[in-house]
């Protein structure tokens, strides 16, 4: 796994990511090493949006919170644990995501502001 940061985009190589990649996603919600319960609340009150759906959502945590957060989903998006965003901030991180064609990392990930 390669990350390249700056101060407006990432970019990601992963086999992780390849191996779930659908072309239809768009966004990426990261939650938090250490989510409280009003960062699960959050994440819900997110996915009630029409516009995040299990076609073009991603969400990624940490693996002890794997069960949690995929209860907090309840379906509606895949939820998976990747390291490279573990997110160690106390809040929710939100993406857009594209896979790259013909660059040297496969996914840029461009932060958003959560709505």
């Given at each position: ?62 693996g002890g919170n794997l069960s949690l957060t995929k209860e907090a989903c309840d379906g509606r998006v895949p939820v ?36």
């Amino acid at each position: 796994m390669l990350i390249a940061a700056t101060a407006t985009e990432t970019h990601v190589e992963s086999v992780d990511l390849d191996a779930v990649w659908k072309d239809s996603y768009k966004y990426v919600i990261a939650m938090p090493a250490n989510p409280k319960l009003k960062t699960y609340n959050k994440l819900q009150t997110m996915l009630l949006n029409p516009e995040y759906t299990k076609d073009n959502t991603l969400v990624f945590c940490l693996g002890g919170n794997l069960s949690l957060t995929k209860e907090a989903c309840d379906g509606r998006v895949p939820v998976y644990t990747f390291l490279f965003l573990g997110n160690k901030d106390s809040g929710i991180k939100f993406y857009s995501i594209e896979k790259l064609k013909n660059a040297d990392y496969d996914y840029r990930l461009i932060p958003k502001e959560i709505d």
